[in-house]
């Protein structure tokens, strides 16, 4: 064995060793949960149900698949914010045990095939519906905390990744805010004892919270796919430029066919 292959087989035991755990341990529920959406999408390829509906198996695929490929960006983009690192470790570990609180409350109710959002028929429902009302509340409080450094551009990376950083958190942002209005709508909607409205109408953003949710990992692997392309740092803002100003049309768009 060369000493250049030991050196490398060393730098490599040594990026390893300083993963921290709950990194690791991030990556691998991201892939549970992801798997978690393939088998519940296999399943309504075999079961006789719609897709669509308060009541389907969409909810506990589009869930898994999401909140799967959620964490396992932001346990890689959070990699390269600058912040504390047992801050950073505390604000990944608890997103990555609320993810699974939310896809399991969605998955258990769709197993009972009946609703899961805004859905207080019984006390079960309701305690359901609450963890997930208040798992969405972690959800905002935990990434707002890793947006705050991302948006002042506390970021180990040159103008390019910064850039990306900046525009992702600032969209996944708006999804959260688009999030949040439509249960809030849809929890009125049930309060003056109207459900069915409430299942029919409350997803009205969900074109914007759908395009905005996961630009904070595609506009980073624009900046990660041209450096490894070896594009140089000014070529490498323009990619990350244009893609975001492609993304923020889309979301333009998409806002536009919520609201008309």
């Known amino acids: 064995m060369t000493t250049t292959t030991r050196h490398r087989i060393s730098l490599s035991g040594l990026v390893r060793r300083e993963r921290p755990r709950v990194e ?75 993810c699974v609180l939310e896809v399991a409350g969605i998955t258990i109710q769709a197993w009972r095939r009946v609703p899961s959002h805004f859905n207080t028929e019984t006390s079960f429902d309701s305690r359901i519906a609450m963890s997930l009302a208040f798992g969405g509340a972690v959800l905002v409080i935990t990434l707002s905390t890793l947006a705050v450094p991302a948006l002042r551009g506390r970021v180990r990376g040159g103008r390019d990744l910064r850039l990306a950083m900046r525009v992702g958190f600032a969209l996944l942002i708006l999804a959260l805010g688009s999030g949040v209005v439509m249960i809030v ?48 740092e000014r070529r490498r803002y323009q990619a990350v430029a244009v893609a975001s100003g492609l993304y923020l049309a889309a979301t333009a768009v998409a806002l536009w066919l919520s609201l008309s």
């Open 24 to 98: 690791t341990l991030a990556y691998a529920i991201g892939g549970f949960l992801m798997l978690s959406g393939v088998v519940h999408f296999v399943v309504f390829l075999v079961d006789d149900s719609p897709w669509e509906g308060p009541v389907s198996w969409r909810k506990p695929t589009t869930f898994g698949l999401s909140f799967g490929i959620t964490l396992i960006t932001i346990a890689w983009i959070s990699s390269k914010l600058i912040m504390s690192p047992r801050m950073r470790a505390w604000v990944l570990g608890i997103f990555a045990a609320d």
């Open 185 to 232: 709508k849809g929890t009125t909607l049930v309060r003056e004892s109207h459900p069915e409205q409430a299942y029919e109408t409350a997803g009205f953003l969900k074109p914007v919270h759908g395009v905005t949710l996961h630009a904070v990992l595609v506009l980073p692997l624009v900046a990660e796919v041209a450096r490894l392309l070896g594009w140089s």
